[in-house]
């Protein structure tokens, strides 16, 4: 596949981008996420009580921690662009689809679906975003987002 660059990105409008590498999802993480967003529910730190009570079996990542990988992932996959400026503009849809056990290990696949030039000057591009779960059928989460790159 050729190098996805900031003059191509057209042709690969409808195709696959690529895959992450894998990102560690460690209790450590997902104990850090829960200080920093006050989302302290026992089913994500409360190791021994997610053990007995949880219908996982043990500790699972906040959905928000999950999403929040996309940045990293999507750097990896996107480096070549190699923009002067990009923005986070948003999504178009987002599903959790199954939760990430704490320990697991997840990555993404980038679908690029659209590439729309503004009148100023920015380009955005609408990506699917499936991040996969190590070892599971069923993807984590789906989400279609929105970033604006710049070359000026």
Same mark, same amino acid.
């Given at each position: 596949m050729?190098l996805?660059?900031r003059?191509? &990105?057209?042709q690969?409008? #409808?195709?696959?981008i #690529?895959?992450?590498?894998?990102?560690?999802?460690?209790?450590?993480r !997902?104990?850090?996420?829960?200080?920093c967003? *006050?989302?302290?529910?026992?089913?994500? !730190?409360?190791?021994e009580?997610a053990?007995k009570e949880?219908?996982?079996?043990?500790p $699972?990542a906040?959905?928000?921690?999950?999403?929040?990988?996309l940045?990293?992932t999507?750097?990896?996959l &996107?480096?070549? &662009?190699?923009p002067?400026?990009?923005?986070n503009?948003?999504m178009?849809?987002?599903?959790?689809?199954?939760?990430?056990?704490? #320990?697991s290990?997840v990555?993404?696949?980038?679908?690029?679906?659209? $590439?729309?030039?503004?009148?100023?000057?920015? $380009?955005?591009?609408r990506?699917?975003n499936?991040? *996969?779960?190590?070892?599971?059928?069923?993807?984590?989460?789906?989400?279609v987002?929105?970033?604006?790159?710049?070359?000026?």
């Open positions: 050729p996805l660059n003059d191509n &990105l057209q690969f409008v #409808g195709q696959s #690529g895959t992450s590498s894998w990102v560690q999802m460690p209790q450590s !997902i104990d850090a996420f829960a200080e967003t *006050e989302d302290r529910q026992w089913i994500h !730190i409360d190791v009580r053990r949880s219908p996982f079996k043990a $699972v906040h959905g928000y921690l999950t999403l929040s990988m940045p990293i999507s750097y990896e &996107l480096a070549d &662009l190699k002067t400026k990009s923005l503009y948003g178009d849809k987002l599903r959790f689809m199954s939760p990430v056990p704490a #320990g290990r990555r993404n696949h980038i679908k690029l679906l659209a $590439v729309e030039p503004r009148d100023d000057g920015w $380009v955005l591009l990506c699917e499936t991040v *996969e779960i190590e070892g599971q059928d069923k993807p984590a989460l789906v989400a987002t929105l970033g604006l790159f710049s070359w000026s």
